[in-house]
C-alpha cells in the first residue's frame, strides 16, 4: 500500500518531515538528546563528522567514531517530540521514500538516550548514571497505538492502586529497555534504575512554584510503590516514549540518565555539564 503525502510527508528534497534528513543521512546506531546543543557535545568525540543538519529542535550530526558510525539527534522535550522522532527515523529506515511503501526486509536501530533526570530515592547520588531497565509513561503517548502486547499490565495496575491514580490522568504504562543493548552499555559505574516518564517538569513531577498540584503526595507515592524488587528511581520526560515506540517498531532503545537533582533530598547537581560530559564519554566509549 502507498503512504500517502498526508501520512508520509517529505520535504521537497525528499527529506523526512521534521527531521529534515534523508535515509542516507543516518547510522543504524543513533545518540538521542534533549537539548540541541547536546549535539555538538557528544559529535566533538568523532574522529569525523560527515553531516549536519537540522529544524526545529532537531539537530542531527553524523559521524565515525573509532571506525563506528553513529549518529545524534536531538528530540526536544517530551513525548510528543518523541512520537515524531521515533516514527521518522523508523521511515528514514524502513519505508522506501521513492515507492512510498514499506520495506520488506527490515533496518533495526540501536537507540540510545543521553538525557538528565532526577532521583525520587533519598540513596540516589546527585550526579549518579542511571540506566532505565523499567520506565512507566505517566503520559499518555502509548495508548494511542495498539501496544497492549508489550505493556506489563500487573504492574500497571499495581501501580494505580498503590497511588491512587486519578481517573482525569491517562492510563500509565509500563515498558522495558532492550537488553542486549543494555548488556553492552552497562557496568559498575551504571545504576540500573525504574524511570518514571511524565508530561511535565513542574506540576507532573511535583514541583510547586505558584500552581498547586491535583496530588501533593505524587513523588512520595511513587518512591514508596513496591513490586517484586522493583521500586521507581527517577523522573524524566522521554524514556517511556522512547522504549514504548522503539518495541513496538523493532528496535533496541536504552536510556542513560545523569542524576542532576534529588527530590527527596532536594539538591541539585553544582556541576551539571561535567556530569553530562562524563555519562557522554562513558557512553561513547562503550558504543565504540
Ligand atoms: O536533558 P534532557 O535529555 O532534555 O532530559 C530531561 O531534561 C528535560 C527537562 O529539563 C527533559 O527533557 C527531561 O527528560
Ligand atoms: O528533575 C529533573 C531533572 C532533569 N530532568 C527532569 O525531567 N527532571
Not at 532492550?178 to 513542574?202: E, P, Q
Not at 537533582?261 to 562524563?278: C, D, I, L, W, Y
Request: negative net charge.
Amino acid at each position: 500500500m502507498q503512504l500517502s503525502p498526508s501520512e508520509l510527508i517529505l520535504n521537497a528534497d525528499n527529506s523526512i518531515y521534521h527531521l529534515n534528513i534523508l535515509p542516507e543521512d543516518i547510522a543504524t546506531t543513533i545518540i538521542t538528546v534533549g537539548d540541541p546543543d547536546r549535539v555538538g557535545e557528544v559529535s566533538k568525540y568523532f574522529d569525523t563528522i560527515e553531516l549536519k543538519k537540522g529544524k526545529r529542535e532537531f539537530i542531527t550530526h553524523t559521524g565515525v567514531l573509532n571506525g563506528k558510525r553513529i549518529s545524534v539527534i536531538s528530540t526536544g522535550i517530551g513525548t510528543d517530540n518523541i512520537d515524531i522522532v521515533l516514527n521518522e527515523l523508523d521511515a528514514l529506515v524502513n519505508i522506501d521514500f521513492t515507492t512510498r511503501t514499506i520495506k520488506e526486509e527490515k533496518t533495526t536501530l540501536d537507540i540510545i538516550r543521553i538525557g538528565t533526570s532526577g532521583a525520587i530515592q533519598k540513596d540516589i547520588p546527585i550526579n549518579t548514571f542511571l540506566l532505565s531497565e523499567y520506565a512507566i509513561g505517566l503520559d499518555s503517548l502509548l495508548q494511542f497505538y495498539d501496544s497492549k502486547h508489550i505493556q506489563n499490565s500487573d504492574l500497571q495496575d499495581a501501580f494505580v492502586a498503590h497511588t491512587d491514580w486519578a481517573k482525569d490522568k491517562s492510563t500509565p504504562y509500563v515498558v522495558t529497555c532492550a537488553k542486549s543493548l543494555a548488556d553492552k552499555v552497562a557496568s559498575d559505574k551504571i545504576r540500573m534504575g525504574f524511570t518514571a516518564t511524565n508530561v511535565g517538569f513542574y506540576g507532573p513531577q511535583g514541583r510547586i512554584l505558584r500552581l498547586n498540584t491535583q496530588d501533593n503526595a505524587l513523588n512520595s507515592k511513587l518512591a514508596s510503590f513496591r513490586y517484586n524488587d522493583l521500586k521507581i528511581t527517577n523522573l524524566e520526560m522521554e524514556t517511556s516514549g522512547i522504549y514504548g515506540l522503539a518495541k513496538l517498531l523493532g528496535h533496541n532503545a536504552i536510556s542513560l540518565n545523569a542524576i542532576l537533582a534529588n527530590r527527596a533530598t532536594e539538591e541539585f547537581s553544582v556541576t551539571p555539564g561535567e556530569t553530562v560530559e562524563e555519562l557522554i564519554k562513558y557512553t561513547l566509549n562503550k558504543l565504540t
